[in-house]
């Protein structure tokens, strides 16, 4: 028996669409403008549903019909204005439209401008109240609909609407099962009657959906023999233009995937990109779904440029690349596809960041991430060796930024010192607690930034048996600060921050032999030939071998400003002068031979000596450089 609406002939119809609120398109056409192009998103998602939902029909018997070609169209006709998105899904009775199009339930007019008020973007609105399909009318003057529905004995309907809150329904001219939607592309949208501009757009959020889409044709040089001398010919072929790829690969198995699989997908995405280091393939559906694949870049200097580079997908839909709230904030330096249809897309950030499902997608992917690094650790600690130039960054990031996977890292971070030796946080404790605990138990780490301009205090250190780590990455000022927090009677000082018996005091220190008398003076010649109020002159008692004169800078404030030239409210400190501190090693003979010189000579010894010490920390430059070369070539 015939269902009882495909028993009477079609009459057209002419109505209101019942949506609570008249202010609803003016919003649509004037505020959502601005992420205009979503429309074409929401219409195709649209096709690919009504696709969907026929193959699980048919899968379940409830299609009697070949399901035939079911490819989404989209077409471009510049002459008459139009854009169609045609598809050969379920489509629509008469009834149909009435409900699902004439009807948008909304739960009222007073809590839709609310929302609206709170919305920062037509993502937002569209997601949240149901209008994925009147987003058309950002866009268009007019829309179509001519659809028939799957159900035997349907009759093809039409609906039309001006953008007003009037339509007209009646019967349409559709012959076969499926929906056109056709927009009357508006003056002010020109832009979307253009071709490549609609490529633009279905390559950037239809690439991948489920369900091939069809935009016009495309020209393909294929073979075509062999010319006279015996090399390829080949041919210019019309074919179609199939814009996504139905299957991409973090729908599939990760057994069934080779390494040039995940190489090749990663240069589709990136294109310009170095080959990543490695990746992890993501795939949970409890309690929440989620697949995905996420790549390690080879992490440059500059932290802002690698970031936002994952992009956020549902159902295969791209939704944005703007994942910072449901990604750790250090995993914003991951490449990738994220894919979750249980991600609030349409919301507010606040409710973002304290939905649940947010949350535990958040502490899933920070554990496998460090699942995976530990992995690649235990699995080929040679092989992590090699990598952690490009690693170390972003896993210092990560320990810096997320305490739960500092608790895992640091099982994994690795220390470099100047030999090239890598060591964990808990062998290089051991390494070194023998040699570097001064007299309170402290144990001391010794660190250069420059290994090369900083040479002579690490090469005084190491023939004292010291080691110096290399920590000169741009966040390593942030991660000793970390460590020192984290690491129980542990400090970390730069190599030069002061003398080495200074650094790490032993109780056995030297005296040395100077009078009162001869410190006074050995003083009062070393300011006067400075003659620099940033240099705080003071005598010390060091191994004769150790060099004369030697120029520290004070750990604590040195960190601090450079800390702050990396922000974090630190600018007090960067705003303060240099201070440096100039130690005369009272045991070197040089200090007694300038004391033994001629009142002339005194001077020029002790700016020579003093230069030198300049030299061993760089800052010797300019005019000062080219006397104290003149001068010691006159001293040959």
Known sequence: MEPEHNRKTMITEKGSISINTENIFPIIKKFLYSDHEIFLRELVSNAVDATQKLKRLNSLGHVKQ????????????????????????????????????????????????EKFKEAQDANEIIGRFGLGFYSAFMVAEKVEIQT?????????????????????????????????????????????????RIQEILNKYCKFLPVPIQFGTKTESVPDGEDKEGKPKYK?????????????????????????DYLSFYRELYPMSEDPLFW????????????????FPKVKNDLELQRNKIKLFSRQVFITDEVKDIVPEFLLLLHGVIDSPDIPLNVSRSFLQADSNVKKINGYISRKVAEKLQELFNKDRKSFEEKWKDLGMFIKYGSLSDEKFFEKSKNFVLLTNTKSETNTLDEYKIKVQDFQTDKNGQLVWLYTQDADGQHSYVEAANQKGYDVLVMDS???????????????????????????????????????????????????????????????VELESLQAEQLPVIIT???????????????????????????????????????????????????????????????????????DLTAFVNRSVETL
């Open 553 to 623: 800078r004070e750990e604590w404030m040195r960190r601090m400003k450079e800390m702050s030239k990396m922000g974090g409210g630190m600018n007090f400190y960067g705003n303060l002068p240099e201070t440096f501190k100039v130690s005369l090693n009272g045991n070197h003979p040089l200090l007694k031979k300038i004391l033994l010189a001629d009142v002339e000579q005194q001077p020029k010894l002790a700016k020579q000596a003093y230069d030198l010490a300049l030299l061993a920390q760089g800052m010797l430059k300019g005019a």
């Open 474 to 536: 741009p966040i390593d000022m942030h991660f000793i600060q970390h460590l020192e927090m984290k690491l129980e009677k542990t400090s970390m000082k730069r190599v030069d921050a002061d003398i080495l018996d200074k650094l790490i005091e032993k109780s056995d220190t030297p005296t040395h032999a100077l009078t009162e008398t001869e410190v006074n003076d050995i003083k009062k010649i070393f300011e006067e030939a400075i003659n620099n109020k940033a240099m705080s």
């Open 66 to 113: 070949e399901l035939g070609d079911l490819r989404i169209q989209v077409k471009l006709d510049e002459k008459a204005k139009t854009l169609t998105i045609s598809d050969a899904g379920i489509g629509l009775t008469a009834e149909e439209i009435k409900k699902y199009i004439n009807q948008v339930a909304f739960s009222g007019a007073t809590e839709f401008m």
């Open 236 to 260: 210019s072929v019309e074919v179609d233009n199939i814009v996504n790829t139905t299957n991409p690969l973090w729908t599939r198995t990760p057994s069934e995937l080779t390494d040039e």
């Open 280 to 295: 992890i393939h993501l795939n949970v559906d409890y309690p929440f779904n989620l697949t995905g694949i996420l790549y």
């Open 148 to 196: 028939l529905s799957y159900q035997e004995g349907s009759e093809a309907a039409y609906w039309s609407c001006d953008g007003s809150t009037q339509f007209e329904i009646g019967k349409g001219n559709r012959q076969t099962r499926g929906t056109d939607i056709i927009l009357y592309i508006n003056d002010e949208s020109k832009e979307f009657l253009e071709q490549f």
